[in-house]
């Protein structure tokens, strides 16, 4: 059962474009939304999270727009970086249950 | 500092063999859990645990043991370990209402 899907699958895109990276969901009792970058041989970081009361939220050059109707949401990374390069993760759950899933990921590449 | 710390962070067992894979997180988090990290399967959760004593099954738990001994100390035990096993593992905790933090993973390499 694929609770959690994350699309696309891989992105390259050019240093100072805007990468869009989108999840999509099953379970309607997940109400916080975690986006985690992982580094090669590194363990994945929290880097920007919303809860489902939102429907956005901005930390920087990254931004995670909200859609609870549809069940979707998207991570933007603005003006990306080559830094930025990495794979970048959607683990929604339900704060009383305490149980993550994490999607499949995308690996951004930013090309200088 | 937040910290989850795992043991070993390499290594290499043979099928049929024992291993154990230790965690240790120092924030004095509720929740700690195991993934195991595949390409093209992103994370997948195998145990987790709201706290010493306590064992709840994931969704890859099969071939898999855990123990949770105390609050800070959580273990994944492969009793009979299997090629298919080989992948890299993290530990994770979580307190209440955060996101989890994560260790730097440990790679196991079944032969």
């Known amino acids: 059962q694929q609770q959690v899907r994350q699309s696309p699958q891989s992105l390259t895109v050019w240093e100072g474009e805007t990468a869009i990276l989108n999840c999509s969901y099953e379970d309607s009792t997940f109400n916080y939304f975690p986006w985690y970058q992982q580094f090669p041989g590194e363990g994945p970081a929290l880097l920007i999270s919303i809860s489902s009361v939102s429907d956005k939220k901005e930390d920087g050059r990254f931004t995670i727009f909200f859609n609870k109707r549809e069940k979707k949401l998207s991570l933007h990374i603005t003006d990306s970086q080559p830094g930025d390069s990495a794979t970048y993760f959607c683990?929604?759950?339900?704060?009383?249950?305490?149980?993550?899933?994490f999607g499949a990921g995308t690996r951004l590449k930013v090309i200088a | 500092e937040a910290a989850v710390t795992q043991s070993p962070r390499n290594k290499v067992t043979v099928t049929g063999g024992n291993v154990t894979l230790s965690c240790r997180q120092t924030?004095?988090?509720?929740?700690m859990y195991w993934y195991r990290q595949d390409t093209g399967h992103g994370l997948r959760l195998i145990h987790y645990s709201y706290g010493a004593g306590n064992l709840q099954i994931g969704d890859v738990p099969d071939g898999y043991k855990a123990t949770r001994t105390t609050q800070e100390d959580f273990f994944l035990l492969l009793e009979l370990a299997s090629p298919s096993q080989t992948s890299l593992y993290f530990c994770?905790?979580?307190?209440?209402?955060?996101?989890?933090?994560f260790g730097e993973g440990t790679r196991l390499s079944v032969l």
């Open positions: 683990a929604p759950f339900n704060t009383g249950n305490y149980k993550y899933v």
């Open positions: 994770a905790s979580s307190g209440t209402n955060q996101a989890p933090l």
């Open positions: 924030n004095s988090h509720n929740y």
